[in-house]
């Protein structure tokens, strides 16, 4: 009889032990990806302010010489414009595009599987071999190169497909007898969805902008294939880096993360905000 209480008390001992582990294994394998994941930046941060002519450990000391470095680079500045405006303009008309398509897929119609499948497909090309049909075919067709002769249609292109699925699902969930019930009101098409579909996704529509405006902003490599003699903040960096590794690398490299980060804060703040003021 007193064997059993003590079996169950191993047992017991042996299942709290297992479950303390498995905890343990759990933690370090979040330390371990969330170092993995951020260690990098805090260097990158770190040595944008480090005090020493070669970019790299150890640290020498504070200072803030290196943005001001940055920054009095004309040829930078005018990359970090060019960004900004692309950005800017592929995240509205890819936006556009994309709230056009969704509400286009809402309905049944022939070939649609086929014509979805062929909208996501700039996701699956390869950026270097898209970068290159991309020259070939400007090539062919004689565009002269240029922010926005050529940069500004691929960064359309690339940025359009996540738009869309950013926005699709929100527009495919709005209950069509809404708009029905406008109409039958007398509203247009063109008044039902100004004054009824419209509200209900302008959060949706505020967050693809500023999502498509990242993924502009930072795209690198089908942009290097068509941009010609002009710079973009990823190009511009890629070329001082293939020429030298000047000290101020990391600097630029900050204020890329930092323009993206707020950014995408900015979405998710004026977002949040109208889906706070939504009645209901």
């Known amino acids: ?13 042996r299942s709290q032990r297992r479950e303390r582990m498995r905890k343990t294994l759990l933690w370090g394998y979040a330390a371990v990806f969330f170092a993995f994941l951020y260690l990098p930046i805090l260097l990158l941060i770190a040595l944008s302010f480090n005090d020493t002519d070669v970019t790299g450990l150890p640290l020498r000391g504070f200072t803030l010489r290196w943005y001001r470095e940055a920054f009095a680079s004309a040829d930078l500045v005018h990359s970090i414009v060019n960004s900004v405006l692309l950005g800017a303009a592929s995240g509205v008309i890819a936006t556009v ?25 700039p996701i699956l090309i390869p950026g270097i071999v898209g970068g290159i049909v991309y020259l070939v075919t400007f090539g062919f067709l004689g ?9 500004l249609p691929v960064h359309i292109t690339w940025v359009l497909p996540f738009a869309f699925l950013t926005l699709f699902p929100r527009v495919r969930a709005l209950d069509p007898s809404l708009e029905e019930a406008a109409t039958d009101l007398g509203a ?14 302008k959060p949706g529509i505020i967050a693809t902008v500023m999502f498509s405006f990242t993924l502009s902003f930072e795209e690198f490599i089908r942009t290097l294939f068509v941009i010609g003699g002009d710079r973009t903040v990823p190009v511009q960096l890629w ?29 998710f703040a004026v977002s949040a905000q109208v889906d706070r003021r939504r009645p209901g």
């Open 1 to 13: 009889m007193a064997a059993a209480p003590k079996a169950h008390g191993a047992r017991r001992f």
């Open 97 to 121: 595009l994309a709230l056009l398509l969704a509400l286009g897929f809402r309905r049944d119609f022939p070939l649609k599987g086929l014509l979805m499948k062929l909208l996501l497909l």
């Open 143 to 151: 565009v002269p190169l240029g922010v926005w002769t050529t940069t």
């Open 188 to 201: 247009t098409p063109f008044v039902a969805f100004r004054r009824v579909v419209f509200p209900l996704i």
């Open 239 to 267: 070329t001082l880096l293939s020429d030298k590794a000047v000290p101020f690398l990391p600097a630029v490299g900050v204020v890329i993360m930092v323009v993206s980060m707020l950014v995408s804060l900015v979405g």
